[in-house]
């Protein structure tokens, strides 16, 4: 959640909006709150995640994500390092490449960043039952 010096307005149902500072980028915002890029790019109709500026206002759903990285069904929040595929990583923890898409919305799956934070789903899922 948010701290004392963190610029916020809350919203409903525990989504919030985030003031950016200079230095900060998606992927450190993400992270401080248990979120990933893609959640954060989607609920805010980023074009570029690389491209964020000081003063803009990102909307965060704490509910996007778990800042201790692991939630009830099994799900590891990962941060993504140089040279990771979805491939590799379902392969490592026994998960499959479009359960990981679809829990992190993930546009392109070839198009991972290096940093970014994903959650990889450990169990096995009813995609059915997703928002």
Request: charged content about 20%; glycine content about 6%.
């Amino acid at each position: 959640m948010p701290t004392p010096n963190d610029s916020i307005e809350t919203t409903p149902q525990d989504t919030f909006y985030y003031t950016v500072k200079k230095g900060n980028t998606l992927s450190g915002i993400a992270k401080k709150y248990g979120t990933t890029v893609n959640s954060l790019v989607r609920l805010n109709g980023i074009k570029n995640p690389n491209l964020i500026y000081p003063n803009q206002k990102i909307k965060i759903n704490t509910n996007s994500g778990s800042s201790s990285g692991e939630n009830s069904c099994g799900k590891i929040l990962y941060t993504i390092k140089y040279g990771d595929t979805l491939s590799s990583l379902a392969s490592k923890y026994q998960s499959s490449i479009s359960d990981i898409v679809k829990v992190n919305n993930i546009l392109n799956p070839n198009l991972i960043y290096a940093g970014e934070q994903i959650r990889i789903p450990t169990c096995k899922m009813d995609l059915r039952n997703l928002p």
